[in-house]
């Protein structure tokens, strides 16, 4: 009876140990729920840079439109708040060179704008939504036959972008990020600057604008990633969770086929 006594306190003290231990396992799981890590309940706010269609631009009513804001918003749907309700969408117009600091200082949630993974960049990226490629584009009559040719030429890319820093492994070649990307191709097509890097389907876009253009090669490829603030995991596992359903669902390719991006 001695050893009962004994035992039954300890039992009690080991049971009120597991219990208080589940308590705070299960209140840690709600503090770090992705309400808590958004900066508005219920919202994403998403920092976007509208001079990249098909991904992203504006269309002649000054809506936001492109492949990257029907996924977003596909996204956004598939993610639940704690009562089960969807999130909606609070797009924020930036230069893209300032996406990742308005990551950084609390402005956004998150970056959506065909950003291509970069280790070096500050912030946690998702897994990727769609393959791309940087491409050069230059005009016909330029003499430009090859990348060899690029040697000591001026070329444009996007601040910030892979791009830009594939562009920069040129041998003599002056880059340099002259406004928007309709601002490059202008200057590219009055014979201002001799290139112009970006998207594959961006520079096809431009192209196929008129026949002053024609793209000279690829650069690189990539993956076009969602970037998220550092620490915000929930966030980015959540959005992990709904890009793997946005692919496996086929809604990905609706959406290429939409924005003329499926492969021909």
């Not at 949630?109 to 230059?138: H, K, M, N, W």
């Not at 041998?171 to 601002?183: F, H, I, K, M, R």
């Not at 192209?207 to 990539?222: A, Q």
Request: aromatic share 8%; proline share 2%; charged share 25%.
């Amino acid at each position: 009876m001695k050893i009962m006594k004994k035992l039954l306190p300890l039992s009690l003290a080991l049971a009120l140990a597991l219990t208080v231990t589940a308590c705070g396992k299960k209140e840690a799981a709600e503090k770090t729920h992705i309400d808590e890590e958004v900066l508005k309940a219920g919202v994403l706010t998403v920092g976007i840079s509208t001079d990249y269609p098909p991904f992203e631009s504006l269309d002649t009513q000054g809506n936001i439109v492109g492949y990257d804001v029907d996924m977003a918003k596909y996204l956004a749907d598939q993610i639940k708040t704690k009562e089960g309700a969807s999130y909606t969408l609070d797009f924020v117009q930036m230069e893209f060179s300032n996406i990742i600091s308005a990551l950084q200082t609390g402005q956004v949630d998150v970056g959506i704008a065909a950003f291509s993974y970069d280790p070096e960049r500050d912030c946690l990226f998702t897994d990727p939504y769609y393959l791309s490629a940087q491409v050069v584009v230059v005009r016909k009559d330029s003499g430009i036959e090859s990348l060899d040719d690029l040697k000591g030429k001026s070329i444009a890319a996007g601040t910030g972008t892979t791009g830009y820093a594939e562009a920069e492994k040129i041998e003599n070649a002056t880059v340099s990020s002259p406004g928007d990307y309709l601002q490059q191709f202008e200057l590219l097509r009055v014979n201002q600057i001799d290139a112009v890097v970006c998207d594959k389907t961006v520079g096809e876009g431009y192209v196929n604008s008129g026949d002053d253009l024609m793209i000279l090669d690829t650069l690189v490829e990539e993956d076009l990633c969602i970037t998220v603030k550092k620490g915000n995991t929930n966030i980015l596992n959540a959005l992990n969770e709904a890009i793997g359903e946005f692919i496996s669902s086929g809604t990905s390719d609706e959406y290429k086929a939409t924005w003329d991006l499926l492969d021909e």
